[in-house]
């Protein structure tokens, strides 16, 4: 079956500039949790949804980021007034419920110049 | 502050030996801990996990050993094959289940023929 799929695979934005990074998760997959990846890091929690609503933000790094996921499916990643340190791998990952494995698309590579 | 830590960068292994990946964590909440493999331009794949209430599970060829007093995990692959070249991510949470992880900066297996 489908996996995670993320869209666009690379995003490249001059600093400053809004971007949005999107995220269909696999069907019938309640929770759903976006990552961060920097160059020789693991990946890094920014937040998590359990249906429509965000359940732990807390990894976000600041106000510049924000997340949605309006019918409980598809979510956006909104990122405004992006900076050279925002450049990294987003990944996108969903699990059939709570306490399941997590299952990662194969992520958003974004480049700010 | 690192929870979760991978103190090998990269291991190197003949073909047909074991392979033996390590890591170790801070965190005394922390009561389940996966496994994830990754391929480069690919998300992290979920290979094998355990609950604290174990010190032992195995799948195939793949088995992950839980050390709780000294707070330390082992990955086990026997017999190592050229796929298993991948880096290989150590991640943990609290609460019994896969939200929220916390990951370590992944070792790089090399599977030499």
Known sequence: ?113 | DQQVKQNSPSLSVQEGRISILNCDYTNSMFDYFLWYKKYPAEGPTFLISISSIKDKNEDGRFTVFLNKSAKHLSLHIVPSQPGDSAVYFCAASSGGGADGLTFGKGTHLIIQP
């Open chain 1, 1 to 113: 079956g489908a996996g995670v799929s993320q869209t666009p695979s690379n995003k490249v934005t001059e600093k400053g500039k809004y971007v949005e990074l999107r995220c269909d998760p696999i069907s019938g997959h309640t929770a759903l949790y976006w990552y961060r990846q920097s160059l020789g890091q693991g990946p890094e929690f920014l937040i998590y949804f359990q249906g429509t609503g965000a359940a732990d933000d807390s990894g976000l790094p600041n106000d510049r980021f924000f997340a949605v996921r309006p019918e409980g499916s598809v979510s956006t990643l909104k990122i405004q007034r992006t900076e050279r340190g925002d450049s990294a791998v987003y990944l996108c990952a969903s699990s059939r419920q709570l306490n399941s494995p997590l299952h990662f698309g194969n992520g958003t590579r974004l480049t700010v110049t």
